[in-house]
């Protein structure tokens, strides 16, 4: 049985394309074999981040319009034997996908043997971000300690218990958090909503905190998912949250201001 | 957090502001999601009518539909300044 995650958030820059690609990546990584989709028709940029840009050649809506097979459109992950991306086209518009298209190829990709299908929704609540959503069983919804991000994340929350195939038949979508671009700093000087104020507010508990990190920059400059950084406290963190998805139990890390020495105390820093 | 901060005039923590714009503006938007279309618009216009009468604030007029067993209440409560003085 294969599982449809779908990665969203409703506010746009939140992280949900570097989520996707890091999630995918980890999945693989644990030996499932996993689907990326791209549902961002028009603005194609998970096959950036995968670092298969170069490597495309048909895309999601030439398999839903049937003018390729699914197999010639999956690019085959370099780094993971059972990872997949399928991308998102860059000429035609939103509209070029459509339900049924959608439900058929997410069926094809179960029949496959595939595990995990990872839907990358568009920023907003338009048709590309609800079709991403609609076939979910289980939801990232991504967020930054940020106010309008996270009064979007309720308005998602609110579209994933109401406008899912989920939904419709009486049945619930699992929601996760995932909370990003956290910097422990800043919230122990109180400029920052705290994980507590977030889970408080939006009424659900996070599955993973990603840290604040250089380090994701570094990472889509080069094409690497940041979750392969395995230096990197984002990497790290995204980790984890990959473990919690498939069930485990472990705590959160880099979640607290790390002590700084007697000279930074004195100069700043 | 240096030596020099000292000198520097102390912003107020701003987490717990956001904290609280949220948790109101989130209950308000949960109440009416779901609900008939009409409702805020039913709101505006109720608002505009007292204040021909009455100068209450924006805020003044609250409508929310709520379950009752069966059948639904709409419920409409309006809150007068503390000196009600009428204005028509």
Request: some cysteine; hydrophobic content about 40%.
């Amino acid at each position: 049985m294969a599982e449809i995650l779908v990665v969203t958030s409703g506010k746009g820059g939140v992280g949900k394309t570097t989520t996707s690609a890091s999630i995918a990546s980890g999945l693989a990584r644990a030996g499932k074999k996993v689907a990326v989709i791209d549902f961002d028709v028009g603005l194609r940029n998970l096959d950036l981040i995968m670092g298969c840009e170069r490597r495309v050649v048909y895309d999601f809506v030439n398999v839903v319009q049937g003018e390729a097979s699914l197999k010639q459109s999956l690019i085959k992950d370099k780094r993971f034997d059972t990872l997949f991306v399928l991308a998102a086209s860059q000429t035609r518009d939103k509209d070029a996908l459509t339900k049924e298209g959608v439900e058929k190829v997410l069926k094809d990709l179960a029949d496959d043997g595939f595990d995990f299908i990872v839907c990358d929704s568009p920023a907003g609540i338009e048709k590309g971000a609800f079709l991403a959503m609609y076939f979910a069983d289980r939801a990232l919804v991504v967020v930054n300690p940020e106010v309008s991000s996270v009064r979007d994340s309720d308005r998602i929350l609110g579209l994933l218990q109401s406008k899912t195939r989920k939904a419709e038949n009486g049945e619930r979508v699992q929601e996760h958090l995932l909370l990003t671009r956290y910097n422990p700093e800043r919230v122990e000087r109180g400029e920052m909503l705290s994980i507590a104020d977030v889970e408080e507010i939006l009424g659900l508990k996070v599955i993973g905190v990603i840290p604040e990190s250089p380090d994701v920059l570094q990472a889509s400059n080069s094409g690497n998912p940041v979750i392969l950084d395995e230096q990197s406290a984002a990497g790290q963190a995204y980790t984890d949250a990959v473990a919690r998805l498939l069930g485990e139990e472990r705590p959160l890390r880099f979640t607290t201001a790390e002590k700084k020495g007697f000279f930074a105390k004195i100069f700043g820093g | 957090m240096g030596l020099f901060d000292f000198l520097l005039a102390k912003k107020p923590a701003t987490a717990s502001v956001a904290k609280e714009r949220l948790r109101i503006l989130v209950a308000q938007e949960r109440s009416t999601r779901g609900g008939p279309d009409y409702l805020p618009l039913l709101r505006r216009e109720l608002l505009e009518v007292i204040r021909k009468y009455v100068n209450v604030d924006a805020d003044a007029v609250k409508v929310d539909l709520v379950k009752d067993g069966d059948h639904d209440v709409l419920d409409i409560s309006v809150s007068l300044p503390e000196k009600a003085d009428g204005t028509g």
